[in-house]
C-alpha cells in the first residue's frame, strides 16, 4: 500500500500545476468557509445570549437597547405601582455626526446599575455614587479605538468627560460609554426622560406586554439579537457561494484525478496485474485527494488568519473581530475532507468498470 | 478545414468523451455560479453604498449633532428663520414649501422600517413619492407603505397594523425616487398623535424653486449668521447618505469575496481545460502527424474548451436566475435600506468574459508547453 501512495505522490509531483490550481480552489473554499464562521462566531460573540434574565421597558417599536426610546420618568412609577420589586432606568443612545466619530453612550442610575450590569474593571475603577459629574467608565474596546485610559478625558457632544476606569463585559457593550444618568440627560437633551428601565421577570409582567401610551416589555437581549439577525440573509448568501464552490472543488476534484489516473490507466493496469488489489486505485486516488485538500485547507487557514489579523469591521461604533474557533477550523477541516472523499468516488467508481485489459492495450 | 467539418468533428469528439465533458460542464458551472452569486452580493453592497442623486429639490434641516435623524429636534420656528433667511438672499419665491417632518426608526417584525408623518398635501406633492396603487391617506390612521415594506412584512393595502398601539390602515403602495427604503408614511397630523408630541419634529424641509442653485441655497444657509445655530442643513442624499457608511466595512467584506471568486473561476476553468489538453498530447501529436497544422488543432481545442464555457456559463446563468428569484424573498435589509440579489449585465458581461479567458489562457498554456516537445517526444509520452 505504501508503494501506491509514493507512487501516487511521485505522479502528483510530477504534473503540479493543476494541483496547484485545485488546491488554490479548495483554499478559496475553505477561505470563504472560515471567513463566514469567523464572522457569524464574532457576531453569536458580542450580540448572542446576553447573560441576563431581566426584562426591557421601552417605547414600543423601538430598539431601546441601541437608542430610539424615550419614556418618562412616570412609567417607573407606574411599574412600582404594579408591585414591580426594581425598574432601574437607564439612557442608550449615542453621540457622533459621522459613522468615524460615533459613540454609544449608556446613562446609568449610579446607585444601582450594578445590580443589572455584570461587567469586569480592568484598569481604574467603575463609577460609584457621588462621583464627579462629567466622569465616565468605558469598555475596552472603545478604549483601545481611541487610545484613552483611565485618568484621561474624553469628548462627548463637545463636553469633556473623565475616564475613572475600563471594563470588560466580553460583548458589544464593550463599545460603550457610561456616564451617570443625569449627565446622560443633560448632554442629550432629554429632560427627566430616560430610554429604558430594566425590570426583574417576575411575572407580574412578561415579554410581549403594552402598556398605555405606546410602552413595550421585551426579554432583555432581544434587541441586539433582532439586530444582529439583519446580517443572516447575507449569511445565506455566502453559505451559498461556499456551497457551489464546495460542489464546484469536488466535481473539479473528480475531474483532476479521473484524468490523471487516465494518463496513469496503463501502469495502474500493470500494478493490478502484479497484484495489487482493486482497492489499491481508491488509495492512489484518495492519497492525492487528501494531500491535495489539506494543502487547501493550510493554505486557506493562514490566508483566513493574515486577513483576520488586519480585518476587523466597525459597524455603527462598535468593531467586530472575528476569528477561527477551534471548532469552526475543524469543521474546514471536516469539510474539505469530505470534498477529498467525494471527489475520490467518482472517479475511482469509474475507473473500476473499465476492462483491465483494455487499459493494458492503452499505449 | 470547413466550418461545418470542424463543428461536426467537435461535436464526435465532446459525445465520445461525454462522461467527462458533462463533469467538466458541471465543475465549471458550479465555480461560475460562486463567482455570480459573489459579484451579485458586491452589487447589494455597492447599492448599500451609495445614494442615488434624485431630482429633488428639497432642502433638509436637522439638529447638527444628529446622526441619525430620529435624533434631531427643531420647532416650527427654526423652520421658519431657514425659510426667512432663503427669501431674504433669493426672494420672495424661491421657497416654495416649508414644512415638518416627524421621522422615527421603528423596529416591526424584527426589521428595521422608517416612519415619516408630512402634512398630506405635501406627502402628495413634494415627497418624492409615487403612488402606485391605493389612495393616500386621508385621515390620521391611514398610512401609505412603501412596496420594500409590504413585501418584507406581508402586509397588502386594507390591512391594518398595530404601531405603539393604534390600529393602522394601509391605504395606498408607493415607491421613494431616492432609495429601495422600507418605509411607512403617514400624515402629520397622525404622526403627532401616534408619537405624542406637540411642536416638535425632526427634519424640517424647505422646497427651493427650481430657478435657484441648491448647492448655492445650501451653502449660503449653512453660513448666515441668521440661520439658526445647532442646525445643519443637507441635500436629499447627503442626508440619508451617512447611513451607507454604516455597511462600508462589509463593502470591503464583499469585494473580498468577489476577488477570491474571480480567482476560483480563473483556477476552476484554468484547470479544467489545461488537463483535457495534457492527457490528449498523444492524439494531438497523431493529428500533427498525419498532417494537421498546430494552429488548425489550437483552434479545435479552443473550440471545444470554449463550447464547454459557454454551456457551463448558460447553466450556471439559470441556476442563478433561479437563486436570484428565490432571494426576493428574503431581502437584505440595513437600517431599513433594503436591497435584493440581482444579475447585472455588468456582471453577466465580466463572468463571461473572465470565464473565457481563463479557458482560453488554459489552452494556450497548456498548448505552448507541449509545442516546445518536439513531435516524436509528444507521440513517446
Not at chain 1, 179 to 205: F, N, R, T, V, W
Not at chain 2, 175 to 203: C, H, P
Not at chain 2, 341 to 354: A, D, K, Q
Amino acid at each position: 500500500m505504501l508503494a501506491i501512495i509514493r507512487f501516487s505522490l511521485q505522479d502528483m509531483l510530477r504534473h503540479y500545476k493543476p494541483w496547484l490550481a485545485m488546491a488554490g480552489l479548495v483554499a478559496a473554499t475553505n477561505l470563504i468557509f472560515l471567513g463566514l464562521g469567523g464572522y457569524r462566531n464574532a457576531i453569536q460573540q458580542e450580540f448572542g445570549k446576553l447573560p441576563y434574565d431581566d426584562l426591557i421597558v421601552q417605547e414600543s417599536n423601538s430598539n431601546g437597547e441601541f437608542f430610539g426610546s424615550r419614556l418618562s420618568p412616570e412609567i417607573g412609577d407606574r411599574l412600582l405601582a404594579m408591585g414591580i420589586s426594581r425598574a432601574i432606568p437607564e439612557i442608550h443612545d449615542y453621540t457622533g455626526t459621522s459613522i468615524t466619530n460615533i459613540i454609544i453612550l449608556r446613562g446609568i442610575d449610579l446607585e444601582r446599575y450594578q445590580e443589572v450590569n455584570f461587567f469586569k474593571i480592568l484598569a481604574g475603577r467603575a463609577l460609584q455614587p457621588g462621583d464627579a459629574r462629567r466622569t465616565a467608565m468605558i469598555g475596552w474596546r472603545l478604549a483601545d479605538r481611541l487610545n484613552l485610559s483611565p485618568g484621561q478625558e474624553m469628548t462627548l457632544r463637545g463636553r469633556q468627560f473623565l475616564v475613572m476606569g475600563t471594563f470588560q463585559t466580553g460583548t458589544y457593550v464593550d463599545n460603550e460609554a457610561w456616564i451617570a444618568l443625569e449627565d446622560a440627560q443633560a448632554l442629550l437633551g432629554y429632560g427627566k426622560d430616560i430610554s429604558i428601565y430594566i425590570i426583574p421577570d417576575e411575572g407580574i409582567l412578561n415579554p410581549g406586554d403594552t402598556l398605555p401610551g405606546g410602552v413595550a416589555i421585551v426579554k432583555r437581549g432581544r434587541g441586539p439579537q433582532t439586530s444582529s439577525n439583519q446580517f443572516e440573509p447575507l449569511f445565506r448568501i455566502i453559505e451559498l457561494i461556499y456551497n457551489a464552490l464546495g460542489i464546484a472543488a469536488i466535481l473539479t476534484l473528480a475531474n483532476v484525478l479521473f484524468r490523471m489516473a487516465w494518463i496513469h490507466r496503463r501502469e495502474l493496469a500493470i500494478l493490478r496485474c502484479v497484484g495489487f488489489r482493486a482497492c489499491a486505485l481508491v488509495v492512489y486516488l484518495l492519497s492525492q485527494a487528501l494531500v491535495l485538500t489539506w494543502v487547501g485547507v493550510i493554505l486557506g487557514t493562514l490566508s483566513t488568519a493574515l486577513l483576520f489579523s488586519f480585518l476587523s469591521t466597525d459597524l455603527v461604533g462598535m468593531t467586530l473581530h472575528p476569528s477561527i474557533s477551534l471548532h469552526t477550523g475543524m469543521a474546514g477541516l471536516g469539510q474539505s475532507t469530505g470534498i477529498a472523499l467525494f471527489g475520490t468516488v467518482l472517479p475511482a467508481w469509474w475507473f473500476n468498470r473499465l476492462n483491465l485489459a483494455d487499459q493494458l492495450r492503452s499505449e | 478545414m470547413k466550418f461545418s467539418v470542424f463543428g461536426a468533428y467537435l461535436f464526435k469528439d465532446l459525445f465520445f468523451d461525454r462522461g467527462r465533458s458533462f463533469l467538466t460542464i458541471f465543475s465549471l458551472t458550479a465555480v461560475i455560479v460562486s463567482y455570480l452569486a459573489a459579484s451579485a452580493i458586491s452589487d447589494v453592497f455597492l447599492e448599500f453604498g451609495s445614494q442615488p442623486q434624485t431630482g429633488s429639490r428639497n432642502l433638509l434641516i436637522v439638529s447638527d449633532y444628529a446622526l441619525d435623524p430620529m435624533q434631531s429636534k427643531l420647532d416650527d420656528s427654526i423652520l421658519q428663520a431657514a425659510a426667512e433667511v432663503v427669501r431674504q438672499e433669493f426672494g420672495p419665491d424661491s421657497v416654495l414649501s416649508a414644512f415638518p417632518t416627524i421621522y422615527r426608526t421603528l423596529n416591526i417584525n424584527g426589521r428595521n422600517l422608517r416612519m415619516l408623518a408630512v402634512p398630506r398635501e405635501n406627502l402628495m406633492r413634494d415627497s418624492s413619492l409615487t403612488l402606485l396603487e391605493g389612495d393616500w391617506p386621508e385621515s390620521d390612521e391611514h398610512v401609505i407603505v412603501t412596496q420594500e415594506a409590504l413585501q418584507l412584512n406581508g402586509w397588502k393595502i386594507g390591512d391594518r397594523i398595530l404601531i405603539r398601539g393604534s390600529n393602522l390602515l394601509i391605504t395606498g403602495r408607493v415607491q421613494e425616487e431616492a432609495a429601495r427604503t422600507s418605509a411607512i408614511w403617514m400624515t402629520y397630523d397622525g404622526g403627532q398623535k401616534l408619537f405624542n408630541v406637540q411642536s416638535d419634529f425632526q427634519i424640517g424641509v424647505l422646497q427651493i424653486d427650481d430657478s435657484q442653485d441648491l448647492t448655492t441655497v445650501q451653502a449660503h444657509l449653512e453660513q448666515d449668521p441668521h440661520f439658526p445655530t445647532g442646525y445643519a442643513v443637507y441635500l436629499n442624499q447627503q442626508l440619508y447618505e451617512r447611513y451607507t457608511d454604516i455597511v462600508r466595512d462589509f463593502l470591503k467584506a464583499a469585494f473580498s469575496i468577489a476577488a477570491l471568486a474571480s480567482g476560483a473561476v480563473i483556477l476552476g476553468t484554468f484547470n479544467a481545460t489545461s488537463l483535457t489538453m495534457a492527457e490528449r498530447k498523444q492524439e494531438i501529436a497523431i493529428l500533427q502527424t498525419i498532417g494537421f497544422t498546430s494552429r488548425t488543432i489550437r483552434l479545435f481545442l479552443l473550440g471545444r474548451t470554449h463550447l464547454q464555457t459557454l454551456v457551463a456559463f448558460c447553466l450556471a446563468w439559470g441556476v442563478m436566475a433561479i437563486i436570484v428569484q428565490n432571494s426576493l424573498k428574503f431581502p437584505i435589509v440595513f437600517y431599513a435600506k433594503t436591497a435584493v440579489l440581482r444579475l447585472s449585465p455588468e456582471i453577466l458581461f465580466l463572468g463571461f468574459l473572465l470565464t473565457m479567458l481563463s479557458a482560453s489562457l488554459g489552452v494556450w498554456l497548456t498548448a505552448r508547453a507541449q509545442s516546445s516537445l518536439s513531435l516524436a517526444d509528444q507521440l513517446r509520452e
